[in-house]
Structures are given as structure tokens and as C-alpha cells.
């Protein structure tokens, strides 16, 4: 009697609750079955929460019973163990037991019939080892939750020492009517059930073991409580009464506890951890007998079922073999449910497979089960809220999502809603409660997913701006640093001249000031250029017509502009004169100090690293750490503006001063050898960094990068020995000066295109990589084609091709230019001939994408099996015509010689250069089809190949196919090869 005392442990009670017929002794009438082994087994990489398992098998593999077949892919997923030996058929997409009803990737499994067992290895020591390599071990057997969403066990017993563990209970309560899978677990198992309790307990270190059984399950209670005495075991048994839900976690906490879990945190914040009867189980095997998690007891029942009972059942089954088994009456099936009448969700394949977490298949006949009546408006009689057992207002509820009132849904605890189904039974007007508030929960985490993105957007963006600041401020200190200085030097020039002249020298800085300004107004406008040109760039490549045209006219305006401006600043001088040199001003101020200088340049600086720091202390005003930072820079700004004070009072002189020595004006020539000095550096710099890139994706390149930056590193040295040289280089600097700088230019370009064509390749050349990679993991076209390489192949080669033709109409055009330029033509028609040829090249880009899209199109069509009369009843033939008559077009609008500016003599030069470059654009045509023939030869030879490999029955017909296509690659190789020499020629004997 004491023991029994001793094992019984008392029982509180929770809020509402219902009892619906339980339905349960259909199930226990036969003895617990064992299905045979299915044609195949079906098995899932996502049967727990979480990341999905990384399958670690390939197609036609032979494997053992309990051999791993994935792996868990991140912290929060678990292994996947074969249930049998057998050979792997197929990875491939099969629909699964899921509410959604979709497909998810699985591995599918043939058995050989002989259920050959792998190497088994117990962990014996399980007792002396540390409870880390323990729960290593358990994740490694695949254990997971089998009584409610499947979450990996090592991860919970890991989450259970954050409090002190004051109760360990063993969820045995079963209460949704007709499962009794657990039930028959405990009468069958009992003892493996005890000793996986003690296996957990030595993990959790529990002060207080509790097994919590409804009291409808008599002799699973006995079995327990024999076991328990004969052990001499402290493992309590709470019996608690009959109540639907309440084998809900929090429920039963709340029964054996009478502790109730807060809003929003979890049972191990309050010290309780729970794990369900068949996890234990799966424990005991797993460290005693070194057996994976292969296999669950299941209900079958139903009243289409002519034998419902219990089996043991290895996962991956389809529920077709069971339904088989259970001798099912496919007739009087009018619901397919996985799962219980309340909390279950009905299956529309009896394709779909036994999964970790599926403890019940409920066949239901019509009358059994009828469909939901029709809903009705809302009595507001309340019983719902009286039936719920998280103690919520399901009727409110109801009405807030209705309403899209999400933000009162959260504030009424929508998120403690366990969705058991009691307040849509109680329901008098068949209101589906539980459908609006599952709708209203992925609403919301929809919302919450927008906003964390929005918010990460958010703090990029401030951060880059504070960044561009930042920058921006650094660069204008140095320009005022440098402006003062260039103003001082010029003060100095004045003053040691003679004062003969003075309205000419008072108007010399009047044209300084204009001068700078347009130079300053130049640089903005040559950056926005280039930003437009940025922008119309990616809008060429996607193709984003509408944005094509705006873009083009404003880079066309921008480029006016700055022509205006750069017309202006030549004309400045002229206006202008300098003062000669017996000219003298009036007393100016001193120049300013180098400490001066300094001094300003250090407090733009701490002003603005204050600023930024202000800025984020405003967002976290708790942060110590901050506002020690705050007051430091602070102080430091302060001492540097006490210096500059202190500066500028010593450097300023009275008007009686005598006039200092002047210093030697810096020559134009060593101004801009120095610019030039520091143009060759960022060059250096930049060609350094697309090297790094290079280098990094193993562009193929890189040896031409770096002759780039060899040459430009050598240009660089030589400007920095010709600015310690100044006297011996400045003939060499005033010769170069008039050098016309459009070579700079070109060159520049033509670098730029390199590198470009560099990346471009390196794209290409790693998306052809990792789908090869994709082809030895033994994916099949179809989950080819569903990555992401495919397209970012197509992406890489169009900008490849784009990039390619570019660079050969540059290499065509140049010559024909060089012959062809008139130094006499107005810069205003070459500006617009410069917009024609753009806009023609941007209409030609979109006639080539469109044939490209058309073509793509219709090749889906065929590939589809759609015959001749339905492609061209399509849209697409029609569209494939325009555009290849709109392309011909502009390309003889391209080929026609623009002679409207051109003298007699121009016009006889203009027609020898196009007579010369049309062949060659024709050869390059060809070439370029050629190759283009030449790859797709290749493609479909390797096509051919992978089909002779997955489909060898039809050898014959394939090898006839390969045959005739590397008759016509071969011949298409010929002709490449022979047109690739005439252009050669060509090019020699020009």
C-alpha cells in the first residue's frame, strides 16, 4: 500500500476542456500486427522541425538495415537511417503527409527481402561518458519527438539546462479519441519504456519523475506500476481522469504541477520538460541495443476497416500497403485522415508515406465522420470560451481575424492557441474557429518575416549613408585643406609683384572663383553621368525597355551639360588675364600654417565621428560604452578648435607688417603632374582590386590584369620621379600636353572591358561548374533545371556574348574611325551621331532579346509535346517573325553610310572603310554562328549521352542520333576553322 502511495503522484485540473467519444477499443481488440515489406519504401528528408536532412546516398547504392542515408543539415534537424537493406531507386520529388498537401524531397528505397542489419553499436558507457557526447550520439540514431510536431531530441535536452529541472514527465495520456498507439506501446514495451525513463533522467537530473496516463487505460496503468515495484523504482505514475485535450503539453504540466506555463515562453523556463512514451523508447534501443530510429507503433482504424488494430510499421510505408493490410473497404472510405478526428488533417493520396511523427490513419466512413455543416453567424453563447483549455476568448479572437485586426489578435494571446479543435466541437453555429485562427497566425508571421527584412534593409542603408557621410566630409576637409593652401601660395605670387597693374590684379581672383566653380560644377555633373550610364547598363542587360529610353535621354542631356560647362572654363582665361609679374596687390593675410591646416583638418574629423556616435547613442541612450565614447571625442573636438583658435591669432599679421618674401609660382604643367601622379595611383589601386576579385574567382584573365598593373604601376613610379625631377621634366609635361587624351581614354575602356569580360567568363565557368556538380550528385534534369544555375548560366553567357560583340565591333570600328575622322566636323553632329549609334545599339539589344525570348518560348512549347498546328496557333512564331524583321532592319540600317556632314573626300574614304569592314562584320556573323553551332552540337551530344545512360533500352535509336550529331559537329568545326583563317587573312592583308 505504501509503495503504491509512494508511485501515485497528485493530480491538479485546467480550465474548459471536452469529452467526445473516444472510440478507442475498435483499435485493441487484435493483437499488435507487422505489416511485410511494401514494393518501396517512400521516405522523406523532412519528417522532423526544422532544416531538412542532406541525403548522403546516391541513385542505385546498395544499403544496409540502419545504415544513414542523410545527415542533419544544421542545428535544428536530425538523420535519416534506412528501415531496411535494399538499393536506393531514385531522389526525387513524392508527395508527403502534410496539411499542404505538396511534394518534398525523398529517397526512395527498394528492399532486397533479406532486412540485412548494419553494424549495430550500443553505447554501453552511456553512464561514464559526458551527457554531451551522449546527446551527440542521439542525434546521430535520428531521435525526435513522436508525439507532437517532431522536434530533435538532443535539441530540447539541450534547451532544459538553461532553469534547475523540477519535474521530468512522460506524456502517456493519449487523449484524442480512436489513437491508441502509446497505449499498446506501454503494454508491449514496458520495460524498455523504464529503462529509457532512467537513461533521460540521468541526462536531466530531474527532481521529480512523472508518468501522466488518462485513467481509460487500465491495463497499461497496471503494467507500469508491476514494473515500477519489481524495479523498486522512484519513477511516479499520475493518473489523471479522461479529458480531451489533455495530453497537450501545457495541459498536463498544469495537471501533474498545477504550474501554468506564461504567455509566450516555454515549459523549461518554469523548470518542467516533457517527452512522449515512444521517445523514450526509441532512447532505450538506441543506447542499449545501438538501433536507429527505423520504425513506430501506428493506429489503424476506422469504420472502413475490417481489422483495425495496432502495428509496428517501418517509416517510408505508403499508407496504400497499410490500408491493404487493415483490409480496408476503399468504398465506404469517405475521409482519409492522418492523425485524430480533432487534430488530424486529411490525406489526398494514399501514396504518401509513414513519417516519425504519424501515430494514427483514421479510414472514416460518411456516417462516421460527416462533413462540417454549413456556417452560420455567430450566437455569442460563449461555450467556446468555456471549453478552452488555454483559457483564451476564442469569440474575439474570431472576430479580430476576421477583421484583419491582427495587432488585438497578438494582444489577446492569439500564439497560446494549441489548435486542439475543442471551441469549434462546442460550436452551435459550425463556426470553423481554429481554420481563422490558423490563417490569422501565418498572417502575421508573414508580417513579421517583411518586417525583420525591412528593418535589415533599414540599418544597411543608414549604415551606408553614415559611411558615404562620413566619406563626404573627410573629402571636403581636404579640399578646403587644399584650397587654402593653393590660395595662400597665390597671395604670395601677388604680393611680390609691382603694383603698376591693379585693376588687373583685383579681377584675378574674380576668374579664380569662376574658374573653380565650373571645375567643381563639372566633377558633379561627370559623376551623376556616370551613374546614369551605370543604370542604363543594367537596364540594357534587363532588358527593361521603358527604362532604357528615359535613362538614354538624360545621360544624352548630362552629356550636353558638361560639354556646355567644359566650353565655359575654356573660355574663363581669355576673359580673364593673369597679372604680370610686375604687378603688385594689396596686403592680403598670411598663408596659412601647415599645423593650422592640420589643426581644421582634425576637427572636421572628431566632428564628424561625433556626429555618427551621437547619432547611434540617440537609438541605445543605456549604452555606457557610448557615452564614455561621446564624451571623449568631445573633449578631443574641443582642444582641436582651442588649437585652431589659437592658430589662426598667431598666423594673422597687422596691417603695418612688412611683406613677406613671395615663393615661387607653381607652374600649370606641375599642377597637372600632379593630378596625373594621383590619377596613375587610383588606377594602381583599382587594377589591384580587380586582380584580388580575379584572382579570387579564378578568372581565367588574371595574367592580362596583371600586365595592367604592371603598366600602370610602372606609369605611376615615373610621374612620382618626374614630380621629384620638376625642372627636368617640364619640356616632356608641356609637350605631353598637348597630346590629345582621347588614347587615355580608349585605354581605360578597353580595360575596363577586360575585366568585364574576365568576370563574365568566371561566371560562366562556375555555373557550368556547379552543374556538373549537380550531375554527379545524380540529380536529374528536372532538379537541374529547378536550381538556380541554369539561368545564372544563361544570365553569364548572354552578358558574355553582349560583352564579346562589343569588343569585336570596337576592334572593327576602330581602324575605319581612325581613316574616316574629319578634324573639321562640328563637335555638335558628333554628338549626335555618338546618341544614334547608342540608341541603335540599344534597339538592336532589344530585337535580339526578343528573338531569343520568342525562340525560348517555342522550344518550351515543343518540349511540352505541343504539335506544330498549337505552337503556331501561339502567339510566339508570330512575335518570333517581327522581331527578326525588326533586327535585319537595324542591322541594314547599321551597314548604311551616314554621308550627310561629309566632303567628296570624306565620302570616297567613308565608302573604301565600309567596303572594307562590311566582309568582315559578315565573316564575324558567321564565325560567331559557327561557334554558336558548334556548342549547341556539343550540348546535345552530352544530352544524348546522359538519356543512353538513364534509358538503355532505347540504345539503338540514341546512338543514331549521336552519330548524326557529331557528323554535324565535325562539319561544323571544319567550317569554323576555315572562316577563323580567312579572317585572318583578311585581317593580314589590311
Not at 178 to 203: N, S
Not at 762 to 774: D, F, H, R, S
Not at 822 to 828: E, M, Q, Y
Not at 866 to 883: F, G, N, Q, R, T
Request: aromatic share 2%; with cysteine.
Amino acid at each position: 500500500m505504501q509503495a503504491d502511495k509512494q508511485q501515485t503522484a497528485k493530480v491538479f485540473s485546467f480550465h474548459g476542456g471536452i469529452h467526445p467519444p473516444e472510440n478507442k477499443a475498435q483499435s485493441l481488440q487484435l493483437p499488435l500486427g507487422r505489416p511485410s515489406l511494401p514494393n518501396e519504401l517512400i521516405l522523406p528528408l523532412g519528417q522532423h522541425i526544422g532544416q531538412s536532412s542532406r541525403p548522403l546516398v546516391k541513385v542505385g547504392d546498395k544499403v544496409l538495415k540502419g545504415e544513414t542515408i542523410a545527415i542533419n543539415n544544421g542545428f535544428l534537424s536530425s538523420f535519416l537511417h534506412a528501415p531496411t537493406s535494399g538499393t536506393i531507386a531514385a531522389i526525387e520529388e513524392r508527395l508527403i503527409a502534410h496539411p499542404s498537401g505538396l511534394s518534398d524531397l525523398c529517397i526512395i528505397l527498394t528492399p532486397d527481402g533479406e532486412d540485412t542489419w548494419a553494424n549495430l553499436e550500443p553505447l554501453n558507457n552511456w553512464q561514464d561518458i559526458s551527457k554531451t557526447d551522449v546527446l551527440a550520439y542521439l542525434s546521430e540514431m535520428g531521435i525526435i519527438g513522436m508525439g507532437g510536431a517532431g522536434f530533435p531530441t538532443q535539441v530540447k535536452l539541450q534547451g532544459a539546462h538553461k532553469n534547475p529541472l523540477t519535474h521530468f514527465i512522460i506524456n502517456a495520456a493519449e487523449c484524442e479519441p480512436y489513437i491508441t498507439a502509446d497505449d499498446m506501446l506501454i503494454r508491449e514495451k514496458t520495460l524498455e519504456l523504464i529503462v529509457g525513463i532512467e537513461i533521460l533522467q540521468h541526462l536531466v537530473e530531474a527532481d521529480n519523475v512523472v508518468i501522466g496516463i488518462e485513467d481509460n487505460k487500465p491495463t497499461a496503468i497496471a503494467a507500469l506500476k508491476t514494473e515500477l515495484a519489481e524495479r523498486n523504482s522512484n519513477i511516479q505514475i499520475a493518473v489523471v481522469p479522461t479529458k480531451y485535450p489533455s495530453g497537450g503539453e501545457k495541459q498536463l504540466i498544469q495537471l501533474i504541477t498545477g504550474k501554468e506555463v506564461p504567455s509566450g515562453q516555454y515549459p523549461a523556463d518554469i523548470g518542467v520538460l516533457c517527452q512522449n512514451v515512444g521517445t523514450c523508447v526509441a532512447i532505450h534501443d538506441a543506447i542499449t541495443l545501438g538501433k536507429p530510429l527505423i520504425s513506430r507503433f501506428t493506429t489503424l482504424t476506422g469504420d472502413a476497416l475490417k481489422s483495425p488494430q495496432n502495428v509496428e510499421v517501418l517509416f517510408g510505408t505508403p499508407v496504400a500497403h497499410l490500408l491493404e493490410y487493415a483490409d480496408s473497404e476503399p468504398k465506404k472510405i469517405s475521409r482519409l485522415i492522418m492523425g485524430g478526428p480533432m487534430m488530424g488533417y486529411t490525406l489526398d493520396s494514399t501514396a504518401v508515406p509513414i513519417v516519425k511523427t504519424s501515430n494514427c490513419i483514421l479510414a472514416a466512413s460518411k456516417k462516421e465522420l460527416p462533413p462540417p455543416a454549413p456556417e452560420q453567424a455567430c450566437i455569442r453563447c460563449g461555450m467556446c470560451e468555456q471549453a478552452c483549455p488555454a483559457s483564451l476568448l476564442p469569440q474575439q479572437l474570431l472576430w479580430f481575424s476576421k477583421s484583419q485586426e491582427f495587432e488585438k489578435a497578438e494582444h489577446h494571446n492569439l500564439f497560446d492557441c494549441i489548435e486542439c479543435g475543442a471551441c469549434s466541437y462546442v460550436c452551435p453555429s459550425s463556426i470553423p474557429l481554429v481554420q481563422y485562427y490558423r490563417h490569422s497566425k501565418s498572417s502575421i508571421r508573414e508580417a513579421r518575416e517583411a518586417n525583420v527584412k525591412s528593418d535589415l534593409a533599414k540599418q544597411r542603408f543608414e549604415a551606408r549613408k553614415a559611411r558615404q557621410d562620413a566619406e563626404a566630409a573627410e573629402k571636403e576637409a581636404k579640399r578646403l585643406a587644399r584650397q587654402k593652401a593653393t590660395s595662400s601660395k597665390a597671395t604670395d605670387a601677388k604680393k611680390a609683384a609691382p603694383a603698376k597693374a591693379a585693376p588687373t590684379a583685383t579681377a584675378a581672383p574674380a576668374s579664380n572663383d569662376e574658374s573653380k566653380k565650373l571645375k567643381v560644377d563639372i566633377a558633379i555633373g561627370k559623376s551623376k553621368l556616370k551613374k546614369l550610364q551605370k543604370q542604363l547598363l543594367e537596364a540594357q542587360e534587363n532588358q527593361h525597355v521603358e527604362e532604357i529610353n528615359s535613362l538614354q535621354l538624360q545621360v544624352t542631356d548630362q552629356e550636353k551639360a558638361i560639354a556646355s560647362l567644359e566650353e565655359q572654363l575654356a573660355q574663363v582665361p581669355s576673359a580673364a588675364p593673369v597679372a604680370p609679374v610686375e604687378n603688385t596687390a594689396k596686403a592680403s593675410p598670411a598663408p596659412v600654417s601647415d599645423e593650422l591646416k592640420k589643426a581644421k583638418v582634425d576637427v572636421a574629423l572628431i566632428g564628424v565621428k561625433l556626429k555618427k556616435l551621437q547619432k547611434q547613442l540617440a537609438d541605445t541612450p543605456e549604452d555606457q560604452e557610448l557615452k564614455d565614447k561621446v564624451a571623449a571625442f568631445e573633449a578631443d573636438l574641443k582642444v582641436a578648435q582651442d588649437t585652431v583658435s589659437k592658430l589662426s591669432e598667431s598666423t594673422q599679421p597687422s596691417t603695418n607688417a612688412t611683406t613677406p618674401e613671395p615663393k615661387a609660382v607653381i607652374s600649370d604643367e606641375l599642377k597637372k603632374l600632379k593630378i596625373d601622379a594621383a590619377i596613375a595611383k587610383a588606377a594602381v589601386k583599382k587594377v589591384e582590386k580587380a586582380l584580388k576579385k580575379a584572382e579570387e574567382i579564378q578568372a581565367p584573365e588574371i595574367e592580362a590584369i596583371r600586365q595592367q598593373l604592371q603598366e600602370a604601376q610602372q606609369r605611376a613610379d615615373e610621374l612620382e620621379k618626374a614630380l621629384a625631377n620638376p625642372e627636368t621634366t617640364a619640356p616632356k609635361v608641356a609637350a605631353a600636353k598637348a597630346e590629345p587624351t582621347a588614347a587615355n581614354l580608349d585605354a581605360d575602356a578597353a580595360k575596363k572591358r577586360k575585366i568585364d569580360l574576365a568576370i563574365a567568363k568566371a561566371g560562366v565557368k562556375k555555373a557550368e561548374k556547379n552543374i556538373q556538380l549537380l550531375k554527379e550528385q545524380g540529380k536529374d534534369e528536372a532538379e537541374i533545371n529547378a536550381s538556380e544555375w541554369p539561368s545564372k548560366l544563361k544570365e553569364a553567357q548572354d552578358k558574355l556574348a553582349v560583352l564579346e560583340k562589343e569588343q569585336a565591333a570596337e576592334t572593327t570600328k576602330s581602324p575605319a574611325t581612325t581613316e574616316a575622322s574629319a578634324p573639321a566636323a562640328p563637335v555638335a553632329t558628333e554628338n549626335v551621331d555618338a546618341d544614334a549609334a547608342k540608341k541603335r545599339k540599344i534597339d538592336l539589344a532589344i530585337a535580339k532579346a526578343g528573338i531569343k525570348k520568342a525562340e525560348k518560348n517555342i522550344q518550351l512549347l515543343k518540349d511540352q509535346g505541343k504539335d506544330e498546328s498549337e505552337i503556331e496557333a501561339s502567339e510566339w512564331p508570330k512575335k518570333l517573325i517581327e522581331a527578326q524583321q525588326k533586327l535585319a532592319a537595324l542591322e541594314a540600317d547599321e551597314t548604311t553610310p551616314a554621308t550627310s556632314v561629309s566632303t567628296p573626300v570624306e565620302k570616297t574614304a567613308a565608302a573604301d572603310s565600309e567596303a572594307k569592314v562590311e566582309p568582315e562584320m559578315d565573316l564575324a556573323n558567321q564565325i560567331k554562328k559557327e561557334k554558336i553551332a558548334v556548342a549547341l552540337a556539343k550540348a546535345q551530344i552530352n544530352k544524348l549521352n546522359k538519356r543512353l545512360e538513364s534509358t538503355p533500352e532505347d540504345a539503338d535509336s540514341i546512338n543514331q542520333e549521336i552519330t548524326a550529331t557529331e557528323q554535324r559537329l565535325q562539319s561544323a568545326e571544319i567550317l569554323l576553322e576555315k572562316l577563323i583563317h580567312s579572317q585572318t587573312n583578311m585581317q593580314e592583308n589590311r
